[in-house]
């Protein structure tokens, strides 16, 4: 009984267990066919029948193996989907083989009904196809059973791997089940906006995105939804009749579809879908392409939908639409893949990068220009930033309804971004290296580039009027700092389109005419752009045409528009970049008027950007660094994008040299004019850097050879002083710096005469009170001018007050009236200005003394009814009686009352007598 009883429980155990397990190898596998569940449930039944029947222990062990076996033949053939069918039913037949008779009545044994039948029954393989099938499936079962709980976040998350999943499937049928939940969001969307003030921030973020991303799908598969929707009986039985025509036989075709047979050449009906061994996406895409224009759009959608994700191959993008660009056939399909083409040349990694790489920058340049000429060729297309909607799934053409095509895009952001890069290029590389002058070459690329966008922005008229101001203003931002032989150049290789332009018909012949003027091109760019709205545009217009005047060493004209626009102060209101042009342009006025021989002009236009001892970082020319400031790594990253190319630079030593040398000029004779009166020292100074290098270099006790060039200033400045003008000129123009300049002959002839006068100034500053008469005759000897110019000078001074003397004409002489103040003098002169000063002093001092008094005493009990202004009674004016003060109580400011009225009065006839004691002394 015991045996018979331990025996029951032991197949109890295991029939149980065996239970368990069919219900767990029932639920995962629940979406296989029908017959696999009924395979799977004659074993059981077997095991059924046997369940109470003795069994001895080498059965149990028996049946225990054959469990094993079991699972590791369906843990085997789920591992190897692809597993063909002939090899996975002779594995079966092999197994069958080898078990004993009596496991056929154990669980996962065949029926009795026949051997053969198990011997000829393959294993069922999943193939790739129905593994999407059941991942989507289970999607969309996941979506439905997450809205019922209102859980957006698992639904996002499971309707992007739908998306991702449904996407894949290119050759295969989509499941009714997509087409279902995707019918039915807009409805769940709806709902869940109602009680929306009951989620939590994830939930409801997670909400909008879902909204953005079903309109996105449906537009996607607007014409196959719209057939679900209609009826989704006829729709599911539109879908099921191919899947049933593909399961049926067919014979194998060698074409474009590759055949995936075994080692022995048996393919047993499986084939590979998908590109052929050896083509590339890019191939796949246009064989795909060729098929309809459909095909065109559709491979356009999905390498856009692409750019910008993760692990995204952009040189496969890129190869990809240039086979969609070799296929299409219609201007509109052309439009749209080159927008995209270029979008795909202006991605990269700025992180890596610190510009766009030479090979990008001109396929994009090149595309670009190929979607101008397409744009010109054919004014029934357009590409704009600003469209309505439309499908960009379909093919676009003119019509009575809508005359010009339309496409959403931007012409102008791909000129910006090219010509940005361009600069960033030239920014980052070694200037004074080859590559720099070889990436150089290519401005003339981009400029033509430039103004064939402005011919196209001038044909669309009012639409692009916009467009067409900003693009003129990066034509200007090329030429209005070159000389006339660089812009001639650039003219001269401009393409037959730019004689086209409205605003300046371009063409080789006119550019290398002898009649080309840039001055012309310049003004008629910045015209055209004085009648914009852009108020920063007209602001940079007006910077760059004064540039350009002073360029041309036009001064006085470039000084009347940059005191007429008012821009200085306006312009510290503007961004940094016009900022730095007005600081450009300021220099180059000053620059300008030092050409001429305009000294002192020259002088207080630079004196502004000297002044503030950071002229690099004014001018964006380099980052100076700062004795008591530091900078973070930012804004030293911010300062460096801001700088200028190197070819745009202005010469930092030039402009110095120009500097000293004006400042020479100016402060010498001013020192002998003021020499030996501190105070007029100190109240005259032109510039107060050129003073402290001089006093610098009078404290060098060992002076040796002048190494830089403040060293040749100085010690020039110092020959100058003593009369030595012609070691003066000689120290100057040894300079080698004079050599940057476009006329270095006549500037340094210009210096040399400026010597030459203002050493005879210097002179007749320091040596009139010597002298009574002076001929002009040895004046005009001594420092090698002609006589008329002696004269004048002469002249002048006397006029202007700076000299007395008289000057006969007669006998060619100056008549000195000069008197030689004594040292003695001059220090009694100095004393009664001090004293003066300290009386004034010591009369504030009492008033404000004598103020806070009658504040104290004159309380607000009075009764005088004057206003009683603070300086009336305290100062006394000499006007006021004393019965007023003392009526009105003019003495303090809170002084009413009659006692504070006294006070006033007493305080009046005191600074009376104060003020007469210090005029006495």
């Known amino acids: 009984m015991s045996s018979f009883f331990r025996s029951a429980a032991d197949s109890d155990s295991s029939s149980s267990s065996s239970d368990e397990e069919e219900l767990r190898s029932s639920g995962s596998d629940s979406d296989s066919d029908a017959p696999q569940q009924q395979q799977k449930k004659a074993p059981a039944a077997a095991a059924g029948k046997g369940r109470f029947l003795r069994k001895t222990d080498s059965a149990s062990s028996d049946s225990d193996s054959s469990d094993s076996d079991d699972s590791d033949s369906d843990s085997d053939s789920d591992d190897e989907p692809r597993r063909p069918a002939a090899g996975a039913a002779a594995a079966a037949t092999a197994e069958a083989a ?3 008779a009596g496991s056929r009545f154990l669980r996962g044994a065949a029926s009795d009904d026949s051997d053969d039948s198990d011997e000829d029954r393959p294993a069922v393989v999943k193939s790739a196809k129905d593994k999407r099938m059941d991942e989507v499936e289970g999607s969309v079962k996941a979506i439905e059973n997450a809205a019922k709980i209102n859980d957006w976040v698992a639904i996002s998350n499971e309707f ?6 449904v996407s894949r499937m290119t050759a295969d049928p989509i499941p009714v089940g997509f087409y279902r939940v995707l019918s039915n969001l807009d409805e769940m969307v709806a709902t869940a906006q109602g009680n929306r003030k009951k989620m939590n921030a994830t939930n409801s973020k997670a909400l909008n995105s879902m909204k953005q991303k079903v309109k996105k799908v449906q537009r996607e598969h607007e014409s196959s939804l719209g057939r679900y929707r209609a009826d989704p009986e006829a729709f599911e039985r539109s879908l099921s009749a191919p899947a049933a025509a593909a399961a049926a036989p067919a014979p194998k075709k060698k074409g474009p579809i590759a055949v995936a047979a075994d080692a022995d050449g048996d393919d047993d009906g499986f084939e590979t879908v998908g590109a052929p061994k050896g083509k590339s996406g890019a191939a796949a895409a246009q064989a795909q392409a060729q098929a309809s224009s459909e095909g065109i759009y559709k491979a356009l959608t999905a390498v856009l939908e692409a750019r910008g ?7 496969e993008q890129i190869r990809t639409l240039d086979g969609l660009l070799e296929v299409a056939a219609t201007t509109y399909q052309k439009i749209r893949v080159v927008l995209a083409l270029i979008a795909a040349h202006l991605d990269y990694n700025p992180a890596a990068n610190a510009y766009m790489p030479l090979e990008s920058w001109s396929a994009a340049r090149e595309q670009l220009d190929a979607l101008l000429q397409l744009l010109l060729d054919d004014d029934k297309y357009a590409v704009r930033e600003e469209t309505p909607d439309y499908d960009d799934q379909v093919e676009r053409a003119p019509s009575e309804s809508e005359p010009v095509v339309v496409i959403r895009g931007s012409v102008m952001s791909f000129v910006e971004r090219l010509d940005d890069e361009f600069t960033k290029s030239l920014q980052n590389l070694d200037p004074h290296a080859g590559e720099y002058i070889d990436r150089l070459k290519d401005e003339r690329i981009i400029y033509a580039t430039i103004v064939t966008a402005q011919v196209l922005f001038e044909r669309q008229g009012a639409v692009g009027q916009d467009h067409l101001d900003r693009v003129v203003m990066r034509r200007l931002e090329h030429i209005y700092c070159k000389p006339d032989a660089v812009t001639r150049a650039l003219e001269a290789s401009l393409p037959s389109v730019a004689s086209q332009s409205a605003v300046w018909p371009s063409s080789t012949e006119s ?13 008629a760019l910045c015209v055209r752009l004085y009648k914009t709205s852009n108020s920063l545009l007209r602001t940079r217009a007006m910077l760059s045409h004064i540039y350009h005047y002073a360029l041309h060493d036009d001064y006085y004209t470039a000084r009347d528009m940059l005191l007429m626009s008012h821009l200085q102060d306006t312009v510290g209101n503007a961004d940094v970049q016009t900022q730095i042009l007005y600081n450009r342009t300021v220099v180059q006025v000053g620059l300008c008027a030092f050409r001429l021989g305009l000294i002192r002009e020259a002088q207080s236009t630079l004196q502004e950007i000297f002044a503030t001892q950071r002229v690099k970082e004014l001018l964006a020319q380099g980052v100076q660094a700062q004795r008591y400031s530091t900078i973070t790594p930012e804004q030293e990253r911010a300062e460096r994008a801001r700088q200028l190319p190197f070819h745009m630079h202005i010469n930092l030593e030039l402009l110095e040299v120009v500097y000293l040398v004006s400042s020479m000029l100016l402060e010498v004779p001013l020192l002998a004019q003021s020499a030996g009166d501190a105070e007029q020292l100190k109240k005259k100074v032109v510039s107060r850097t050129f003073r402290r290098m001089l006093d610098y270099a009078n404290r060098q006790v060992f002076v040796g050879p002048p ?4 060293d040749h200033v100085m010690q020039a400045t110092k020959a100058l002083q003593q009369g030595d003008w012609r070691k003066c000129v000689e120290l100057v123009h040894a300079i080698k710096v004079w050599g940057l300049m476009p006329n270095e002959k006549e500037v340094k002839e210009m210096i040399a ?17 010597h002298y009574t008469t002076l001929s002009l005759q040895h004046l005009a000897t001594t420092f090698d001018l002609p006589l008329s110019t002696a004269t004048s000078l002469v002249s002048k001074m006397i006029w202007t007050e700076q000299l007395d003397a008289k000057l006969d004409p007669v006998q060619q002489v100056v008549v000195l009236q000069a008197e030689v103040v004594t040292p003695l003098q001059r220090l009694a002169l100095s004393l009664v200005d001090k004293a003066a000063q300290l009386a004034d002093g010591s009369e504030r001092y009492l008033d404000a003394k004598l103020a806070q008094g009658s ?7 009075g009764r005088g009814d004057g206003p009683g202004g603070r300086g009336d009674g305290q100062r006394g004016e000499g006007a006021q009686r004393r019965e007023g003060g003392e009526r009105r109580g003019g003495a303090g400011r809170g002084g009413r009352g009659g006692r504070g009225g006294r006070q006033g009065g007493a305080a009046s006839r005191f600074n009376q007598g104060a003020l007469g004691r210090s005029i006495q002394v």
């Open 309 to 315: 994700r993760k692990n995204t191959d952009r040189n």
């Open 753 to 769: 005469r400026k010597i030459q006068e203002e050493g005879l100034r210097t002179y007749l500053f320091t040596y009139a009170p």
């Open 160 to 165: 992007d791997k739908v998306v991702r999943l």
């Open 511 to 523: 550019s290398q005419a002898s009649s080309f003027s840039a001055l012309a091109l310049v003004r």
């Open 707 to 710: 190494e830089n060039k403040r």
């Open 855 to 861: 504040d104290q005493q004159g309380g607000p009990g």
């Open 98 to 100: 080898k078990k004993p």
